[in-house]
């Protein structure tokens, strides 16, 4: 009988714990071209949906960074989000010359961590605040989709800081590329994309997906 019990009982808890779990996801394919999609907002820069030329299998939709004005542009998106999340996206970059562009995915809000990929310095990095607090290094490759996963998650009294890096063409990793142990609470606000487009070129976002604790 208590074996019953505490199996109930765990039950219980697993299910409140997985119902707690809400999720945001965008893929832009049913969105209008040239559009700016309705649940995200422009920090800076100009964004809109696009879809390559091309009618070859893959041609999708994806949202567009226009490569003006060269400052770190920046939309949010999904519900505000105070406690453990994971952001997650699909972008892609292009060089010219020896000029690289710079982008990334962060959590809670415009001040909250990003996850920032910095090509001309071959790493990828932890942003708060506009300041990184940690760096590793990256080979980023220009002309394909790179997935950026960041991950916030409550470690007793402090918060782990998690990202993960790897294109399409290969599986999800399933060791962090980078962590960092945060003290004390790592703010409140929305999902956010970013990107500087310091070679001159546009820079594309897919696949958003945003898993949260109410």
């Given amino acids: 009988m208590k074996n019953l019990i505490l199996t109930l009982l765990l039950l219980s808890i697993n299910c409140s714990f997985i119902f707690s779990q809400e999720k945001y996801s965008n893929d832009f394919e049913s969105l209008e071209i040239d559009s700016f999609p309705k649940g995200m907002m ?21 949202l567009e960074m226009s490569a003006e004005p060269l400052t770190e542009n920046a939309v949010i ?7 453990s999340a994971i952001a997650q996206a699909k972008i892609k ?3 010219k010359r020896r000029s690289y562009p710079r982008f990334g995915i962060g959590l809670h809000g415009i001040s909250g961590y990003r ?8 790493v990828i990095e932890l942003v708060k605040n506009e300041e990184p607090v940690k760096s590793v290094p990256y080979k980023w ?16 009294v402090n918060w782990k800081i998690s990202g993960s890096a790897w294109t399409d063409d290969i599986k999800a990793p399933k060791n962090d590329l ?3 142990l945060h003290e004390g609470s790592p703010g409140q606000g929305k999902a956010s994309l970013w990107g500087t487009a310091y070679s001159g070129k546009v820079i594309q976002f897919d696949d958003l997906i945003l898993e949260y604790t109410k």
Avoid: C, M
Avoid at 141 to 156: A, C, H, M, S, Y
């Fill in 93 to 95: 970059g292009f060089r």
């Fill in 141 to 156: 490759t220009p002309d394909q989709w790179v997935n950026l996963r960041l991950k916030i998650e409550q470690d007793g």
């Fill in 42 to 62: 422009e920090i800076d820069g100009i964004f809109k949906v696009k879809t390559s030329d091309s009618n070859k299998v893959g041609n999708r939709r994806y």
């Fill in 77 to 83: 998106f999904g519900p505000s989000v105070k406690k």
């Fill in 115 to 122: 996850l920032r990929v910095v090509p001309s310095k071959k």
């Fill in 178 to 180: 980078i962590t960092h």
